[in-house]
Every structure is written in structure tokens, then in C-alpha cells.
């Protein structure tokens, strides 16, 4: 099919890629296991985040200081590795389109995931131009595949572009141009190590159904935005795309069956493990 194939939304049901090209099919859930305890999430402490102001850090107790030294910390850490050329194209080609792309600290994360699973099969929801995408794949073993979904074609004919200035191999990547919640059902139960999300905010809770029920035990999904943009530590705030993503992260973190961490990477990256 090409780099990065493109491939129309029908009706069609689409397996999960694996090193022989044959889709592995498998359905089952594990027993709901012993419950662990948690601490409820109106009881986590939050770290300050500069979108919060100050007038939210001085209420949480903090101080301009530490504000600052969380802050500088912050930049530290999202510049640490840095980004080669491909990346930084990239992620241009992304400002352009405004489909705004994950920051370096949440893409070396993704990167990390890929590699500590040996995800040879992954999904992602919200192509963009290509940078998490790009992430993702260095992670993966060389005969690992992708298969994003978005939306807009136009941001999957800049993803190639991406990827094969990455020097990404040629069927690396399938490309799915629909709306993820097509698209998802059609995709194989089990068939995958890992799933990735960052698309429409109001549709995060449908997508951690689909992603559970994709992923292979052991697996890793990953939520972008997990903070939205600071909004969602500050109470005040209850707009719908805030209320949605708070709600996911009820849902992981009540969730028996995941082992989950919420990291202040860019702009918030929720992680979890599916458990055996």
C-alpha cells in the first residue's frame, strides 16, 4: 500500500497489523480483580501549573517562589532531550494546521512507552502533522505499525510528509481518515500494545472504552491534555472539554483493571497499564 497508507472509512472491519501482516483476532476480559485502594482524586495534591495564575497556587498553598522553581523545573525537563530537524518540521507543519501537537516531554514519554512495552502494534487517535506519530514509531521495534486515525485528510497528507522526512519505512504506518468513533469499533479486540489519544476532548470517555477493549493485556493507553491546559485542576472551571477530560480521569483512576499515572509533561499525559 505504500508509506503511510491511506485508507477510506467504510465498513470494512480492520485487524491489527503484526510482523506477518496477518490480523490476530481474540476476545475475552480478564475477572475483575481485588480491588486496590486509592486515594480519591479531590484528595491529590496538584503541582502549579503556569496557566493556573497565581491567585490558584496561592490557594493551594504555594508560593511565588516555588511557583517559579516549578515552573523553570518544568522548561527543564520539556527541553532536556531536545528535537532533531524531523521533529521540529514537524511540529511547524502542526502550528500551521493548528492541530496544535503533543509538547517534547509528553513525545519522549510516548516514545519511552512504545520501547518499555515493544509495542509492534499501536493506535493513535489524532494523526495531526505527524509528531506523535513520529514518537511513537521511534519507539516501536522496527516492524512495528501504526495505525492513526483522523478526521481531516489534509492533516494526514502532512503526516506523510512528516514521516518520510523521519526517514520512516514505507508501511510503517496505515492511515485512517474518519471519525475515530467509526473507525475504533472496526479494529481488533486484544490486537494491540498500546493506544494513544488526543483528539475531541468530549469524546475521551468513549475513546478509554474502545482502548480497553483494543488493547492486549499488559497494554499501555495514553490520553494528551490530561491537564487542558490548567484548566482542569481549578474547580472554577466547568466547561464541557474540562469536565470531560476531569471525567476521564475519574474513570482511569477508579478503573480495578489499570495501573494508571497522571505526569505534568507538556500539557498533562495520562498513562495506564491494563492489567493481566
Avoid at 140 to 160: C, F, N, W, Y
Amino acid at each position: 500500500m505504500g508509506c503511510c497508507a491511506r485508507i477510506a472509512a467504510s465498513g470494512q472491519r480492520l485487524g491489527s497489523p503484526t510482523r506477518a501482516g496477518v490480523s490476530t483476532t481474540g476476545r475475552g476480559r480478564r475477572p475483575r480483580g481485588a480491588t486496590t485502594a486509592r486515594l480519591a482524586p479531590s484528595s491529590v495534591h496538584c503541582a502549579p501549573d503556569r496557566s493556573l495564575g497565581w491567585a490558584a497556587t496561592k490557594e493551594a498553598g504555594i508560593s511565588a517562589d516555588e511557583a517559579t522553581l516549578a515552573k523553570r523545573a518544568k522548561d527543564y525537563t520539556e527541553a532536556w532531550l531536545g528535537e532533531d530537524d524531523a521533529l521540529l518540521s514537524a511540529r511547524k507543519r502542526g502550528q500551521e494546521l493548528g492541530a496544535v501537537p503533543i509538547g517534547p516531554g509528553g513525545g519522549a514519554m510516548l516514545r519511552f512507552l512504545a520501547a518499555t512495552v515493544g509495542a509492534r502494534a499501536a493506535v493513535e487517535v489524532g494523526t495531526g502533522a505527524g509528531v506523535s506519530g513520529i514518537y511513537l514509531l521511534r519507539g516501536m521495534p522496527g516492524d512495528g505499525v501504526l495505525t492513526s486515525i483522523d478526521v481531516e485528510g489534509e492533516h494526514q497528507r502532512v503526516a506523510k510528509e512528516s514521516f518520510a522526512e523521519a526517514d520512516i519505512p514505507s508501511g510503517r504506518a496505515r492511515l485512517i481518515t474518519g471519525r475515530a468513533l467509526d473507525v475504533l469499533p472496526r479494529l481488533t479486540d486484544g490486537g494491540y500494545d498500546l493506544v494513544f489519544c488526543d483528539a475531541a476532548k468530549a469524546e475521551y470517555g468513549d475513546y478509554l472504552r474502545e482502548a480497553l477493549r483494543l488493547l492486549r493485556p499488559g497494554g499501555v493507553l495514553a490520553f494528551d491534555n490530561a491537564l487542558w491546559h490548567g484548566r482542569v485542576p481549578d474547580p472554577s472551571n466547568r466547561d464541557s472539554e474540562t469536565v470531560a477530560v476531569r471525567e476521564l480521569l475519574r474513570q482511569v483512576h477508579d478503573d480495578d483493571r489499570l495501573t494508571p499515572v497522571l505526569l505534568s509533561a507538556g500539557d498533562g499525559l495520562l498513562a495506564a497499564v491494563k492489567g493481566a
